[in-house]
């Protein structure tokens, strides 16, 4: 099985989750990882390159998805529209249609880079606290969807939806020095962030899809 990852900090608590969910070596041969953005996830399981991978929203309409998603409620902090001239981001699908539903104009920025334009102080419109002025509803940024091995995927989602990833220290320090943030900034984003998906949160993506 090739499973997509986006390669950005909101995933790593599922990542972590794989490693443990998968002990044997043989299963981790198998469940291989292809890491992008999330704009190039999205053509890499269309075109079926990769089995299954946690994509954009917005481009889950004809997807078999499970009911994991990438959610926050209120604000995200790592998607941002920037004051000044109208730029999409490249990495994104999903963001920069919520700007247009939100009849915002200015410069989507998201990701890592958009968490750390934050932390540093850096002024912008959080999208998802837009998205829950406007609606009252969280957003949905991405969902976890597949194209094959339909037991084992939701099996997967369930499993990990009941669980409580313990991020160890090192691993924290590892990944924060590499986007240049401190381990309480990155511990602090991710309570910011959840995975399950219930009736309020499958609402808002219907919502939102029919925009």
């Known amino acids: ?52 991978a946690f994509i954009s929203s917005i481009e889950s309409k004809k997807c078999k998805c499970t009911d994991l998603g990438i959610i926050a409620n209120e604000k995200v902090y790592s998607v941002l529209l920037l004051e000044g001239e109208e730029a999409k981001d490249p990495a994104s699908a999903t963001s920069n249609r919520l700007a247009e539903v939100l009849e915002l104009k200015g410069k989507v920025l998201i990701g890592d880079a958009a968490l750390k334009y934050y932390l540093e102080g850096g002024e912008g419109i959080d999208m998802a606290e837009a998205w829950h002025d406007k609606t009252g509803l969280p957003f949905v ?27 160890p220290q090192y691993v924290l320090k590892n990944e924060a020095k590499k986007r240049g943030i401190t381990p309480k900034q990155l511990t602090w984003y ?22």
């Open 1 to 52: 099985m090739l499973f997509g990852s986006i390669s950005y900090l909101n995933l790593l608590p599922f990542q972590l989750f794989l490693k443990r969910y998968l002990p044997d070596n043989a299963s981790k041969m198998s469940f291989r990882y292809n890491r992008a953005v999330p704009s190039q996830i999205n053509k890499a399981l269309k075109r079926r390159s990769i089995n299954a």
């Open 190 to 211: 991710l309570e910011q962030i959840y995975y399950t998906m219930g009736y309020k949160e499958k609402r808002a993506l219907k919502k939102f899809l029919h925009a």
């Open 141 to 167: 940024f991405a969902r976890l969807c597949y194209n094959r091995h339909e037991r084992s995927i939701q099996k997967l989602a369930k499993v990990f939806a009941k669980s409580k990833v313990r991020i």
